[in-house]
């Protein structure tokens, strides 16, 4: 189903709430690169987007999900633009560019970054997350759609439906949020078979 491509609302700009410096600090570059050299996954030659570009690019596009890819990079190209003080006119690769960058950094990366930055973040005055000095911490479970694609299929499954199998593949993941501060800490991700129980084991 064609759909339009979303923007942000007029006179805005992500640029006005997030900035590359601001995630740099929270993901420093030293250790993104890193990461992705122990991975394997660090840049062997220059490209339109080298893998830790791409590493900041889908942690934007976490935050700002309601607004297109392209997008999205436009902005963050936009601050490491700024910031290396580059000349000439900024250049925002393809979808077929971005896809292809995003495959080849894989889902490790992100996970060891993920698992090693996100915690509970709650102090004693925040509302919600304490009781009787006992972090409350809930476990939830949920499905999600992905692209119909075969290889996700594959990997993931689809649903059972009334007749036949539902129309796209899924994902199921069970997570830890921390209460108050609804920090999603710790999750398990699998194919949308694998019950919520043998995730949240």
Same mark, same amino acid.
């Given at each position: $189903?064609?759909?339009?491509? @979303?923007?942000?609302? @007029? #006179? ?8 590359? #410096? ?21 840049? !062997? ?9 791409? =590493? +900041? +690019?889908?942690?934007? $596009? ?17 601050? =490491? ?16 560019? *971005?896809? !292809? &960058? ?11 970054? +993920? ?5 509970? *973040?709650?102090?004693? !005055?925040?509302? #919600? ?25 594959? &990997? ?10 539902? &129309?796209?593949? !899924? ?5 830890? =949020? ?15 078979? =694998?019950?919520?129980?043998?995730? &949240?084991?």
């Amino acid at each position: $189903m064609a759909r339009t491509a @979303a923007t942000l609302g @007029a #006179g805005t700009r992500i640029s006005d709430f997030v900035t590359v #410096g601001f995630i740099a600090r929270t993901f420093p570059l030293s250790r993104v690169r890193q990461v992705l050299s122990e991975t394997g996954k660090a840049s !062997q030659r220059e490209r339109e987007l080298p893998a830790h570009v791409v =590493v +900041y +690019y889908v942690i934007a $596009m976490a935050l700002f999900m309601n607004v297109s890819c392209r997008e999205v990079l436009r902005c963050l190209l936009e601050g =490491v633009h700024w910031l290396s003080d580059a000349r000439g006119a900024l250049k925002v690769t393809t979808k077929s560019g *971005i896809s !292809q &960058a995003r495959s080849r950094l894989g889902s490790e990366v992100m996970q060891r970054l +993920y698992e090693e930055t996100v915690k509970p *973040i709650a102090t004693v !005055q925040t509302k #919600g997350s304490w009781f009787r000095g006992r972090r409350l911490v809930s476990l939830d479970g949920s499905t999600l759609d992905v692209a119909d694609d075969p290889a996700l299929a594959a &990997a993931f499954g689809r649903p059972g439906v009334g007749r036949g199998e539902g &129309a796209f593949p !899924q994902v199921r993941m069970v997570a830890l =949020v921390e209460s108050g501060a609804h920090v999603v800490f710790a999750a398990r991700i699998a194919g949308c078979n =694998v019950s919520e129980l043998s995730l &949240a084991r």
